[in-house]
């Protein structure tokens, strides 16, 4: 049975804090992987990964894909309480495009 | 649209009654895309529309649970006789096109519909 695992499920840090955030997944059919940053009900997109090894960087926000050994990871330097938030992975299957998604790390960064 | 639009954005309902949830995904999206999130559950996807087919239904959880889109564009969630199970978040998500059809884009999300059955 295709699966996204994510961990921690959740974590609490302080301001000026670097996080990781881990991601392994077996998904038939793999297609690309995604990541979101959900607040309150509205997913919102950070990255989408499709080849290995390639970092994608957005400000303070990267991640990075190895699909050899089935797990991506998504780190955030220097911590605001703005990116307090559940941190979703989802891995796109197949010509459909379903998503699989894990059930997230909740983020709590503290002042 | 600009984006996804989803309604209502809350729904209370009683055990046992139907209710509909609509889905209005960013014009010219052909994809779209149901998920439900429960309390302390990750997303679990429900129904996949290319234009008004539903190649996959295979996440509905129930003969309960039917949709249907229109015209390429909106998309109607409609659950039947509601049971206290049901009461989850809603979430609807468009992209361009599917991965099979092209090069895949990504996905918009609404903000869904926050279901509770009492």
Known sequence: ?111 | GAGVSQSPSNKVTEKGKDVELRCDPISGHTALYWYRQSLGQGLEFLIYFQGNSAPDKSGLPSDRFSAERTGGSVSTLTIQRTQQEDSAVYLCASSLRSPGQGANYGYTFGSGTRLTVV
């Not at chain 1, 699966?3 to 077996?26: A, I, M």
């Not at chain 1, 941190?87 to 960064?109: D, E, P």
Request: glycine share 8%; aromatic share 8%; with cysteine.
């Open chain 1, 1 to 111: 049975e295709d699966k996204v695992v994510q961990s921690p499920l959740s974590l609490v840090v302080h301001e000026g804090d670097t996080v990781t955030l881990n991601c392994s997944y077996e998904v038939t059919n793999f297609r690309s992987l995604l990541w979101y940053k959900q607040e309150k009900k509205a997913p919102t997109f950070l990255f989408m990964l499709t080849s290995s090894g390639i970092e994608k960087k957005s400000g303070r926000l990267s991640s990075i894909l190895d699909k050899k050994e089935l797990f991506s990871i998504l780190n955030i330097t220097a911590t605001q309480t703005g990116d307090s938030a559940v941190y979703l992975c989802a891995v796109v299957r197949g010509s459909q495009g379903n998503l699989i998604f894990g059930k997230g790390t909740k983020l709590s960064v503290k002042p």
